[in-house]
């Protein structure tokens, strides 16, 4: 055989392998079709074309080992089954850059399924090969490896902890401030990652002066990169005071609550979350926030948003106003209670309905003047339906009562106080009567209205066992009316009057 | 008989002189006593009077402390009563506090509308600028749906009583032409000298003209043969000077290496280190000999 013939072979059989890798690639991009290919065994025959000595097919393998592992988890661990992982490692630090992305690639599809695989592939030593990367020069290279580190430091701390002892930080805060659009973002949502599990991994976040960049970004344009950002900020001022101050120092506020009306919702709602997080710490940063009238935002905010988006700032308020008496009263100067209302009885889901029974009780306790404010919105028979229903979850059944108890043990406005003597299981009646047993002796004037409206006669309905604290309740009350008042209202009272009848002589 | 009148008058004597004694010593001790009463009355007195100076002294001192206490509490009361209505809970100033803050509510609220009024104008800008991009390469490729005067096109349907809009937008487009191919080219002409042209701009044929059935020998690679035959002028300096002019001066006029020897310094030749060299003379004539009018 001639030297050409003998080139022309092996020039066959290298078209032949570039075809069928791109094909596979191709075809791994739909879901339908992987199935077919992982009963046809591809992992195995991809594998030995990752060494191949083309470059192009060793890329396109990794391209579709990729896209394969991406698909589900049992492919990803295949991935791992098959020792590819380390290979990939070892010639992520020597090849060109479209391997470099590939492969890295490659490893962040594996790593996004469980916590195990993403230990399997830090125990390769990826760790340091991808942050390698992040010092190249092409942004396609960094943006690959820092969305791999991403998805390995999400699932748990150890693996964050591993992430950052790789000294990927300072990189991040490299790659954050870098021009290119798609590695801010992923950039931004590696550092959220990794800031979200512990208060020192934050605190290593912000020593590599993450903060100050994340918060010139808060007014781009992109919606994608703002939703990172205000996470990764979140998840930052969530752990401590410290950090929280650190995050207002960067003065995102008031900026932010522009970022409040963003068309986005999920910037919407992350930006929610970081007024949260920084508000729950301390009563002074609440009141920075009350003062940059964060609340009259944060109220739109949850009067304009539905379902889930809207969580965040109903917990915001809850949380200001459970601080202080005057943030609370802030709070219902800025219609909040009027917007909490609204939640409560349109939202279809029980735990936003917990959130916003919690926060109207925190608004309602702290004194007689809020108890009325809320009162008066109309919502303590909404609390009570809340928990009296047979299908709500537990967790809305506790929250309401308390939020009831909270505010009816600081109630003394007696209209908004009557619905609730129809209606109240026993536990909830005691205070309400309490109540009434504070207020009726020294207003005369409530005490007519009382009668009026049927109150009176309720109470004598009410059966309470001696000795209990309703019947003391239910006893000043009495003392609080004449005999014959009382009489009167008294159940069985017509039948006693008609027995007197049967015993009475007429005088003739 | 005298002796009974002695024992009677004795015992008179003696009676008289006991009652005389009785009353001298009765009077002595009342003496004595009313003495000892005195000296005690006065003791008792001055004891007294001490005692009642002391309780004196002390309820005036314990009256001085009640009323500074009265008058301390006094203050302090005055002062609880500024410090807490000033710093802890000053009715007046939370009552101006909450009402600035619903005017900064409104003020906030009035802001975020206009910046979310700002947002959305924009987005639906790009939006807007987003379809009419879409509508015009639409337009610029579809020009040949334009209806002629023989043949009315789709949107300009005889059966519509009225045009589409898609014509009009036809009609105002200027139509792009798409991208040209780039032609196959002519054959491998060894024998075609092409000057000036750039050998970036030549592609290689995809076709090469068939090889005989007998090698022909080792080829030298393909790069390098193009290379050397599409290889650049490289004419010599005197065929690339212009004539009439050399770069911005006027060739060969009074100006081209014109000699003013009046301007030198001194007439003499450098000195040389070096005896001077004849080819250097030559060099230093004129670039024509008499050309120069000097």
């Not at chain 2, 009035?110 to 337009?139: D, I, P």
Request: proline fraction near 6%; charge should be positive; aromatic fraction near 8%.
């Amino acid at each position: 055989m001639s030297q050409r013939q003998v080139l022309q072979v092996f020039e066959q059989y290298q078209k032949a392998r570039t075809q069928f890798v791109q094909t596979v690639a191709e075809l791994a991009t739909r879901p339908q079709n992987i199935e077919t290919l992982q009963n046809a065994g591809v992992m195995s025959l991809l594998r030995p074309l990752l060494l191949d000595i083309v470059p192009t097919i060793q890329q396109t393998a990794a391209l579709a080992l990729g896209r394969l592992a991406n698909y589900n988890d049992e492919l990803a661990e295949a991935v791992v089954k098959g020792d590819i992982l380390p290979q990939l490692v070892y010639s992520l630090a020597e090849q060109n850059r479209f391997y470099k992305k590939a492969a890295a690639f490659v490893l962040r599809a594996v790593a996004k399924h469980s916590p195990e695989l993403a230990q399997a592939v830090v125990d390769c030593g990826a760790l340091d090969a991808l942050v390698i990367c992040l010092e190249e020069f092409d942004p396609g290279v960094k943006e690959s490896a820092a969305w791999a580190l991403g998805y390995i430091a999400r699932h748990s701390a150890e693996l964050a902890q591993s992430v950052v002892d790789a000294g990927a930080v300072p990189l991040l805060v490299l790659c954050v401030q870098e021009p290119d659009l798609s590695l801010k973002r992923i950039a931004a949502s590696a550092l959220s990652d990794i800031s979200k599990h512990s208060p020192e991994l934050a605190q290593t976040v912000v020593d590599a002066g993450a903060i100050a960049h994340l918060a010139q970004m808060v007014l781009n344009p992109d919606a994608k990169l703002k939703r990172q950002v205000f996470s990764a900020l979140a998840q930052i001022a969530k752990h401590s005071v410290d950090l929280a101050e650190m995050v207002v120092e960067a003065e995102i506020f008031p900026a932010v609550l522009t970022c409040l009306k963003d068309p986005d919702e999920y910037v919407r709602k992350n930006c929610a979350t970081l007024i949260r997080e920084v508000a729950k710490h301390t009563p002074e940063l609440s009141q920075l926030i009350v003062n940059a009238g964060g609340v009259a935002a944060m109220v739109d905010f949850v009067g304009d948003s539905r379902g889930n988006v809207r969580l965040p700032g109903v917990m915001m308020l809850g949380y200001v106003a459970a601080h202080s008496e005057n943030l609370a009263m802030a709070i219902i100067v800025s219609r909040g209670v009027l917007g909490l209302d609204a939640v409560l009885q349109t939202e279809p889901e029980d735990h936003i309905q917990a959130a916003a029974a919690w926060s109207l009780g925190q608004i309602g306790r702290h004194s007689p003047e809020h108890a009325k404010s809320v009162a008066q919105a109309n919502v303590l028979p909404k609390l009570l339906r809340a928990y009296l229903r047979p299908d709500v979850s537990e967790d809305l059944q506790i929250k309401s009562k308390k939020a009831l108890k909270h505010i009816l043990q600081k109630c003394v406005h007696l209209e908004a106080l009557e619905p609730l003597l129809q209606e109240a299981p026993p536990n909830i009646l005691k205070h309400v009567v309490a109540q009434f047993s504070k207020v009726l002796p020294h207003n005369p004037k409530s005490r007519r209205l009382f009668v009026t409206s049927g109150g009176l006669k309720k109470i004598q309905e009410i059966r309470a066992e001696p000795g209990s604290a309703l019947a003391e309740y239910i006893n000043t009350i009495n003392n609080c009316y004449p005999e014959e008042i009382v009489k009167y209202y008294s159940p069985g009272y017509s039948d006693a009057l008609l027995e007197r009848i049967e015993h009475y002589l007429p005088q003739v | 008989e005298a002796e009974v009148h002695r024992k009677e008058e004795y015992d008179a004597a003696v009676r008289i002189q006991s009652w005389y004694r009785g009353i001298r010593t009765r009077s002595l001790v009342k003496n004595l006593n009313r003495c000892a009463i005195r000296i005690q009355r006065h003791y008792r007195g001055f004891m007294g009077r001490r005692r009642i100076r002391a309780i004196l002294i002390d309820s005036v001192k314990r009256m001085c402390l009640d009323h500074y206490n009265k008058q301390a509490a006094q203050i302090q009361k005055m002062w609880r009563g500024f410090y807490v209505r000033k710093y802890v809970f000053d009715y007046y100033s939370r009552k101006k506090y909450l009402e600035s803050l619903v005017a900064k509510n409104e003020m906030i609220r009035s802001e975020l509308a206009e910046q979310e009024e700002a947002m959305r104008r924009e987005a639906r800008k790009r939006e807007e600028e987003e379809t009419r991009r879409r509508l015009r390469a639409w337009a610029e490729r579809h020009h040949y749906l334009v209806s002629t005067v023989v043949q009315p096109s789709v949107f300009n349907s005889p059966y519509r009583p009225f045009t589409l809009p898609e014509e009009t937008l036809l009609l105002n487009t200027r139509p792009k032409t798409p991208p040209k191919v780039a032609s196959v080219g002519h054959g491998f002409d060894p024998s075609w000298r092409q000057y000036g042209q750039n050998q970036l701009m030549v592609r290689l044929p995809s076709k090469l003209p068939p090889l005989p059935a007998k090698p022909q020998g080792p080829f030298r690679q393909p790069e390098e043969v193009r290379a050397q035959r599409y290889r650049e002028f490289q004419p010599s300096l005197r065929v690339a000077t212009d004539y009439e002019a050399y770069g911005h001066l006027a060739y060969g006029n009074a100006h081209f290496r014109e000699v003013q020897p009046e301007r030198h310094v001194t007439q003499d030749r450098f000195r040389t280190i070096v005896p001077p060299v004849p080819v250097f003379d030559k060099l230093n004539a004129e670039y024509v000999e008499g050309y120069v009018e000097n």
